[in-house]
């Protein structure tokens, strides 16, 4: 793992005092700045006070305050105490300077500012936090997530760091339309109704006419939520703050309107990307793209191999698309296969290779490319051998960084114990009872969100049996 150093550049005004010069410069300085402003009771003040504070000779990363002593300016330093605390204190140009560690750290190392003011790559700490969510609504109670029918889509508005999980009709009036938000400060989960012109109900989504498939994002170019279908002639953006609504009409190659249980990666730029699906006779093997500034789908390859309960990752920056796992068919899903397979796909060539992943088979994982680290971040997932009995299943709660450059994976967080088996029923089988305190998803797919704003990583999918859905994050 690459984490990126950020050098932070700080513009900073030091006023400097010698004691030996004359305050007639300073004041003709403040004349004329207050003459400008023509404010002669400023002018009155500052007089004042050069006569009587400018008395003090200070070095060059300080400034003389009003009690004739020296003081350290804004963002310089003499020792590390003065910086923050993920800063060094460069004892040459007395600035606060991030630590850069020689050799560089490992994969899960950080370079760490310590407190004797030496750089050390410190191994890191991950643990993910549990957002304990509460429904505040008139009519709907509880404690899980509202969510589309087909399968996990959310968005974070990186700005605030609030979240939205599903567009939703009023149950009496369709009409009237709302999205789910969530405070991710306080666990609130409420429905905030839209206004303008949003999707009405007799919007399609996929299989003619339903609204379980969605895909819900954050655009940060113009701060909007929007959503969109498989099969919608529009894209539906909404202002956060009030929560108007606009379509937009959607052009082009749109995906299979017969399949569910969809892949997709939305970015920040309002791009979708699709690959991966269940169908009537068979799984997805077509790459779909949503142009976020033509607003038209296209397709970027359409003889990749039929997959499902897989998870897409994408680089838009170097035009690279990954999917990991899943169930490969290629019988029209008469058979299935558990794989270990990576598929890379270019974006603009739609060329493909398939390599392996060390981890073995597995399916429903999430991921999700992180641009500050170079890397693709892969969570958990399942081996299914029995959908009744978990009992013969194995189910992962790991988290992995895959490195596209050298095609290295690492292992960042180990498998810990996710849950319980609930008693055999009358034919024996046992279910799965998932640790809601972390993201535990059984045979559930969970979807996983990168906030590049506050280095945050989000991830929501269903905790089984009880606790339906629900959202973890974790700062990298």
């Known amino acids: ?34 003459n400008t402003t023509n404010n002669t009771t ?45 800063q060094l204190c460069n004892t040459d140009s007395h600035e606060c300077v991030n630590p850069v560690c020689t050799p560089e750290c490992t ?24 957002i304990e969510v509460t429904i505040e609504d008139e009519i709907i109670n509880g404690t899980s997530l509202m969510s589309p029918v087909d399968g996990i889509s959310f968005a974070v508005r990186e700005t605030t760091g609030h979240v939205i999980t599903l567009f939703d009709y009023d149950y009496n009036d369709p009409q009237i339309t709302y999205l789910w938000h969530l405070d991710t400060d306080t666990g609130v989960h409420t429905r905030r109704a839209l206004s303008g012109t949003p999707f009405d109900d007799t919007e399609n989504f996929c299989v003619g006419g339903e609204d379980w498939c969605q895909f819900i994002g954050w655009n940060s170019a113009d701060d909007k939520w929007f959503v969109a279908g498989p099969s919608t002639d529009s894209i539906m953006k909404v202002d956060p703050d009030t929560m108007e609504a606009e379509l937009v009409s959607v052009t082009g190659t749109h995906p299979v309107d017969s399949h569910i249980s969809i892949a997709h990666a939305v970015t920040t730029s309002g791009s979708v990307y699709v690959y991966g699906s269940t169908g009537p006779s068979g799984f997805g093997d077509t790459l779909y793209y949503l142009n976020p500034e033509t607003h038209a789908w296209s397709v970027v390859n359409d003889s990749l191999p039929q997959m499902d309960e897989n998870c897409i990752a994408v680089d838009e920056e170097t035009g690279f698309l990954w999917s990991f796992g899943g169930r490969l068919t290629t019988d029209g899903g008469n058979t299935t296969t558990t794989v270990d397979q990576i598929i890379t796909v270019n974006l603009e060539t739609g ?69 319980t088996l609930d008693d055999p029923d009358e034919y024996g089988d046992q279910q799965f009872i998932g640790n809601p305190d972390g993201p535990n998803f059984g045979q559930n797919r969970g979807k996983m969100i990168w906030d590049e704003t506050n280095g945050r990583l989000y991830i929501m999918g269903s905790v089984p049996v009880f606790s339906h859905e629900q959202i973890y994050w974790m700062d990298l």
């Open 1 to 34: 793992m690459k984490f990126v150093t950020i050098l932070l550049g700080v513009v900073l005004f030091i006023a400097g005092c010698d004691d030996n010069s004359s305050s007639t410069t300073n004041n003709t300085t403040n004349n004329i700045t207050n």
């Open 107 to 130: 994969d899960v190392q950080r370079c760490t500012a310590m407190e004797d003011n030496t750089p050390e790559c410190v191994d890191i700490t991950l643990e993910w936090n549990h």
């Open 42 to 86: 400023n002018n009155t003040t500052n007089n004042t006070t050069n006569n009587t504070t400018n008395n003090c000779t200070c070095e060059e990363w300080q400034f003389c305050n009003e009690d004739n002593s020296c003081e350290l300016a804004e963002g310089r330093c003499e020792e590390k105490s003065d910086c923050p605390t993920n």
């Open 351 to 419: 060329a493909s290779v398939s390599t392996t992943m060390p981890m073995g088979e597995r399916r429903g994982m999430s991921c999700v490319f992180v641009p500050t680290l170079d890397m693709v971040l892969i969570f958990g997932g399942a081996r299914v051998n029995d959908y009744y009995d978990d009992a013969q299943n194995t189910f992962y709660n790991d988290l992995w960084a895959f490195d596209p450059v050298s095609g290295e994976f690492t292992k960042l967080m180990d498998i810990t114990e996710g849950g």
